[in-house]
């Protein structure tokens, strides 16, 4: 049975295919302000690369911020709608199956979810400021003249630990330029970033506690300055499973299967 799941989140639209629960087909893409054009135009792109015709995919789930706008509309037509700490937690069981808790850290939300034999037990959800997630990491880039890309691996270097005091992208931003104006090196800087945005994830994850096998998906997880201080503020080690962006549509693709059965 081929299926599909589609994740549209505040950046990035991602779209997994899978055909009796193995990944067949993957593709990627920005958001843009029409969500329902730019993700029709990414499914179209990966049915075209991956040979496959809509007609041949049995079912469609999708989930993210803008699941609803491609609900039943084409070209995906997707016949269900799923939330994302469910897609979450049924794409982290099928890569991890020893998964109890998972983290998934996207642009402006980050989810903190308690999970048994891939079914949702428990969960929180920071979504009321940007300040713990990945966009708190990119307008601090901004500030520094970086790109997303070096802020990871410059935070690696650093051996000091620089509080951030700031709970708020705006004061954190007037902070970094205190701090550049102080001639702290950027490598500092930066792992101090990144400390604060694992403190404010950390904390929200304790609230539903921490059992393991802990694993953390979501778009920055391929950030590797923050796995670092996540497992430093848990203590406890943390997987981070192959294309962990793709988890969520996964898990879509993967209930969908399981709707039509």
Known sequence: MITAGIDIGAKFAKIVIVND????AKAKAPVGFDI????GSLFEEVLKTSGLS???????????????AVHLRPPINAEKIVSEVVADAAGAFHVVPTVKTVIDVG?????????????????VI????????????EAMARALELSVEEMGP?????????????????????????????????????????????????SM????????DVVLIGGVALNPGFLPPLEKELR???????SPDFVGALGAAIIAAEQEE
Do not use: Y
């Open 21 to 24: 629960g193995k990944v067949i």
């Open 36 to 39: 329902l054009k730019s993700a």
């Open 54 to 68: 809509r007609s041949s995919i049995e079912r469609v789930a999708a989930t993210g911020m803008g699941r609803k």
């Open 107 to 123: 642009a402006e939300e980050g989810r903190g979810i308690k999970v048994d034999q891939g079914r949702v037990r428990d969960f």
């Open 126 to 137: 920071n979504e009321r400021c940007a300040a713990g997630a990945g966009t708190f990491v």
């Open 154 to 202: 410059l935070a690696l270097k650093s051996t000091k630990t620089i509080p951030m005091n700031a709970q708020c992208c705006v004061f954190a931003e007037s902070e970094v330029v205190t701090l550049i104006h102080a001639k702290v090196s950027k490598e500092d800087i930066s792992k101090a970033i990144h400390d604060a945005v694992a403190g404010r994830i950390a």
């Open 205 to 212: 994850v304790l609230r539903v506690g921490v059992e393991k």
């Open 236 to 242: 406890t080690s943390i997987v981070i499973p192959e």
